[in-house]
């Protein structure tokens, strides 16, 4: 299994431009979640999903779109980047839909820059 | 206030030292706890889970007081491959509230 996949790991955009980083995984979870991680704050929410079909709004959602087609894939969608949107992005999957009793695995991380 | 609160520290510490820390939460109805370990510019992964018991897991002691809102690691005789950031990580329903973590040190 290659676990939880995100690509690309680092990407540099200018203001108002739009990207997707894609994140998949496959150990068939049905609970998938994209955070940010900013120094001195800790990773935030930005949305998560219980499965296909099915997404909701974290703690941080503004500026973000995502959507679940499939099982193994949960793109973010940045709609316009802006400078607050530098950060590092982790998508993270378990396998219940309650993620509070289930190991959370994350990706690599994709590192944001946008000038 | 933040959700989930922790000493940043560095904490800074010798080989074979004992290093304790704890993290506090603001929803008492919280409902599962974590340490999450992240080294440098890599993912978390998952420590050990909190139990109301309490817990050990080899050198590494978790503690949960409810009653107080806080959990705890304590990191017996500590090894140069602690050295990280230690993610306190509460539950709610669907949401995982993390901590900004607490940095942990070990010198030779």
Not at chain 1, 24 to 35: F, K, L, R, T, V
Not at chain 1, 99 to 107: K, P
Not at chain 2, 20 to 43: H, L
Request: glycine share 8%.
């Amino acid at each position: 299994n290659a676990g939880v996949t995100q690509t690309p790991k680092f990407q540099v955009l200018k203001t108002g431009q739009s990207m997707t980083l894609q994140c998949a995984q496959d150990m068939n979870h049905e609970y998938m979640s994209w955070y940010r991680q900013d120094p001195g704050m800790g990773l935030r929410l930005i949305h998560y999903s219980v499965g296909a079909g099915i997404t909701d709004q974290g703690e941080v959602p503004n500026g973000y779109n995502v959507s679940r087609s499939t099982t193994e894939d949960f793109p973010l969608r940045l709609l316009s980047a802006a400078p607050s949107q530098t950060s590092v992005y982790f998508c993270a999957s378990s396998f219940k839909i309650w993620a509070g009793q289930e190991t959370q695995y994350f990706g690599p991380g994709t590192r944001l820059l946008v000038l | 206030r933040k959700e989930v609160e922790q000493d940043p520290g560095p904490f800074n510490v010798p080989e074979g030292a004992t290093v304790a820390f704890n993290c506090t939460y603001s929803n008492s109805a919280s409902q599962s706890f974590f340490w999450y370990r992240q080294d440098c510019r890599k993912e978390p992964k998952l420590l050990m889970s909190v139990y109301s018991s309490g817990n050990e897991d080899g050198r590494f002691t978790a503690q949960l007081n409810r009653a107080s809102q806080y959990i705890s690691l304590l990191i017996r005789d500590s090894k140069l491959s602690d050295s990280a950031t230690y993610l306190c990580v509460v539950t709610d329903d669907y949401k995982l509230s993390f901590g900004a973590g607490t940095t942990v040190t070990v010198r030779a």
